[in-house]
């Protein structure tokens, strides 16, 4: 599976629009973007995925760039319950998941 | 909402001592795993299952561990002889495999082992 690249931490405030940027450029054609979160030890939570286009549901935004290089997740109004670890996984599939290091992000109301 | 749920919360053993680790996945899904999350640290996959047999293991499962569906509702995690080291939060997982659309894993709430 790729590799992937996030930053260590950001910091959000709350009702704004929180944007969680991911490098991914030696992704594979046929390879998924996933987007994972997980809340203070919890199980991880599915978020969102995508292959190419953006794809919405009600939770998040995920933004791929046409070359597939790199992603942004958009949580569109961030609440203080959004306040977690992120995780940007590049996959073939869901089957065997490589969770990295991700992204802390900390809503401030 | 449907979820995986996992029993223990909290189990502490002995080293040395056998421990299994319980999961109900969700009713409809065919594919189990299992991660670990040493304190601290990150997800680690250790084991993926499906059609009653392992489909793809990491590294860490050793021969230690075993995994298994009694009854068509459970899935456990036998770990036989614990060691200090298998101490970390233990997620259990679930999906509906899809033939034309990737579906996502599902994860219970997780089982913290200490090994004392």
């Known amino acids: 599976d790729a590799k992937t690249t996030q930053p260590t931490s950001m910091d959000c405030a709350e009702g704004r629009a929180a944007n969680l940027p991911c490098n991914h450029s030696t992704i594979s054609g046929n390879e998924y973007v996933y987007w994972y979160r997980q809340i203070h030890s919890q199980g991880p939570q599915y978020i969102i995925h995508?292959?190419?286009n953006n794809e919405t549901n009600e939770m998040a935004s995920l933004i791929i760039t046409e070359d597939r290089k790199s992603s942004t997740l958009i949580l569109p109004h961030a609440t203080l319950r959004d306040t977690a670890v992120y995780y940007c996984i590049v996959s073939l599939n869901d089957y065997k998941l490589s969770f990295g290091a991700g992204t802390t992000v900390t809503v401030r109301a | 909402e449907p979820e995986v749920t996992q029993t223990p919360s909290h189990q502490v053993t002995q080293m040395g001592q056998e421990v299994i680790l319980r999961c109900v996945p969700i009713?409809?899904?065919?594919?189990f795993y299992w991660y670990r999350q040493i304190l601290g640290q990150k997800v680690e996959f250790l084991v993926s299952?499906?059609?009653?047999?392992?489909?793809?293991k990491s590294e860490i499962f050793d021969d230690q561990f075993s995994v298994e569906r009694p009854d068509g509702s459970n899935f456990t995690l036998k770990i036989r002889s614990t060691k200090l080291e298998d101490s970390a939060m233990y997620f259990c997982?679930?999906?509906?495999?899809?033939?034309?659309?990737?579906?996502?894993?599902?994860f219970g709430q997780g089982t913290r082992l200490t090994v004392v």
């Open positions: 299952f499906y059609n009653n047999e392992i489909s793809e």
């Open positions: 009713s409809n899904h065919l594919y």
């Open positions: 997982a679930s999906s509906e495999p899809s033939w034309t659309v990737n579906t996502e894993a599902f």
């Open positions: 995508g292959l190419k």
